[in-house]
């Protein structure tokens, strides 16, 4: 190991912040996707169908409610699996979890833009529900801040946070509380500028601007496979952080 990695904390490349704001404009599109051509839902989370549920079952619709397992479920499979896969992973396959996630995420991207415009919603929407959770659950700190790469929430959440900090500390000067902050904007701005692309690409391509995502997830997996296999290649043991 380098003798800069003994001395301060070193990242993994699938910790880096650079990774997170790709996964971020990924994020942004597929809730743009899924809102615009498959059944005007998002599921980058679940919030949404846990309460459509409680008003179906208040409603006494039991056969809608009962639909509404269908998405929840895939959610709880993606978190289920990609708790499970990466230590079976890192000692039996020279690349990290992490790494073959992307790669996943891709041929499901790809599979997703040859899905008939015509065919039911329900198959996008729960791909994206699983796919969702296993990104979720699987890239969890940016460089040590926690950080979710599904949803907005969080970061609108934080950013309030942050600029009460700010307020309070005004004079003390607190600079890890402002880069938090910054970052959280950044990771907004990058879900909004994701959803932008993919209502203009929706309207364009339809099912197939899906693909357009294919970019930054490959991006993203060419620099974790040499990171894997070059750089990072004497730290397979190294955990990220949050794991």
Request: glycine fraction near 6%; hydrophobic fraction near 50%; aromatic fraction near 12%.
């Amino acid at each position: 190991m380098d003798e800069d990695r003994k001395n301060e904390v070193y990242f993994l490349m699938c910790e880096r912040k650079w990774v997170f704001h790709l996964l971020m404009i990924v994020a942004g599109f597929f809730g743009a996707y899924t809102y615009s051509v498959r059944g005007n839902v998002f599921c980058n989370a679940q919030t949404g169908n846990v309460v459509l549920m409680g008003l179906a079952l208040g409603a006494g619709e039991w056969s809608r409610a009962i639909y509404y397992l269908i998405p929840i479920s895939a959610y709880l499979a993606g978190a289920f699996f990609s708790e499970l896969l990466p230590n079976p992973v890192k000692h039996r396959l020279p690349l990290r979890w992490d790494t073959l996630f992307i790669a996943f995420e891709m041929l499901m991207v790809l599979v997703l833009g040859f899905v008939p415009d015509s065919a039911p919603v329900q198959i996008s929407q729960v791909a994206i529900n699983f796919v969702a959770s296993m990104q979720y659950n699987t890239f969890r700190q940016a460089e040590g801040v926690p950080m979710a790469t599904t949803f907005a929430t969080n970061h609108i959440r934080q950013i309030g946070v942050s600029l009460a900090k700010e307020l309070k500390h005004r004079r003390s000067g607190v600079e890890a509380d402002r880069k938090k902050l910054l970052l959280h904007l950044k990771m907004l701005a990058f879900f909004l500028a994701g959803a932008v692309a993919g209502t203009v690409l929706c309207r364009l391509f339809f099912g197939r601007a899906i693909w357009a995502t294919l970019l930054p997830l490959g991006v993203i997996l060419f620099r974790l496979v040499y990171a894997d296999l070059v750089l990072e290649k004497d730290m397979k043991d190294m955990k990220p952080m949050g794991h």
